[in-house]
């Protein structure tokens, strides 16, 4: 998958998928899946460290988790996100981030918000790093909007992220994720740009859907947002695999012969 093959996807149709990866081993189930791109997003702060928001990520961090998608999928096309501020300071330090985290493995980086971010988006693309958006809920700006909350409701809000998601398109980003709006104002943007939408809480209406890994896959039991579908238990399937070891290992049962090695 190309960042061509992508916006095809779009004239032709067809859905893009997209899911979050942060490490090697889902790596290597992503890429043999049919999913068609994995995101290393800063949502790894949270799912993989702990954190309460996604502000703890760090370069490092995301140049980490984009080294060892990138082993575990070398198939795949990997955008990687671009942590808190590390965007917003000098051209030359933000520069050097995207440096860190395309020579780790991705190759695309995304970004949240419009505003100040257009100049940068514009010499990003002269130079060669293909750009994804990210507008509506932004969660780098958690403290801003007073928590995680649906964004573009109402008229004077739908209007601001239908011009902000027009001013990344002319700024040259390839595609566009869209998080938790409204699925009318996610259908308004979505036929008014030419680049492909990505949505995660916008609707059936985006040209593609994101979502975070753990979620759909039922492994984060304390979180289930109104837009996450679970497709799988598997909290409950690996605390069940985890008592059936404890339970082997004290009735002796494990390892068996099978297990053990012969003189
Ligand atoms: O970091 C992330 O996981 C994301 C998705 C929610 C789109 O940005």
Known sequence: MTVTEIQKMKSE????????????????????????TLLVGDSGAMVMHGAEDTIEADVEMMALHAKAVRRGAPD?????????????RSLDQ????????MKAGAHAIKLEGAEGNVELIR??????????????????FVHQLGGFKVQGRGD??????????????????FSLVLEAIPTPLAETITSSLQIPTI??????VTDGQVLVLHDMLGLNTDFKPKF???????AELISTAINSFCDDVEAGTFPGKKESYSS
Not at 14 to 36: E, F, G, P
């Open 156 to 173: 004077q809000a739908a209007k601001r992220i239908l011009e902000q998601a027009k001013a990344l398109e002319d700024a040259g980003c």
């Open 199 to 204: 949505g995660i809480g916008a609707g059936s």
């Open 123 to 140: 010499h990003l693309v002269h130079s060669g790093v293909p750009v994804m958006g990210h507008l509506g809920l932004t969660p780098q």
């Open 94 to 101: 933000s520069m050097d981030a995207v440096m860190q985290v």
């Open 13 to 36: 149709g067809q859905k893009i998928t997209m899911l979050t990866c942060y490490d090697y081993w889902s790596a290597r189930i992503l890429n043999s899946s049919k999913v068609h």
């Open 76 to 88: 795949k096309f990997i955008v990687c996100d671009l942590p808190f501020l590390s965007y917003r």
């Open 228 to 234: 996450v579908r679970t497709y799988l238990n598997g």
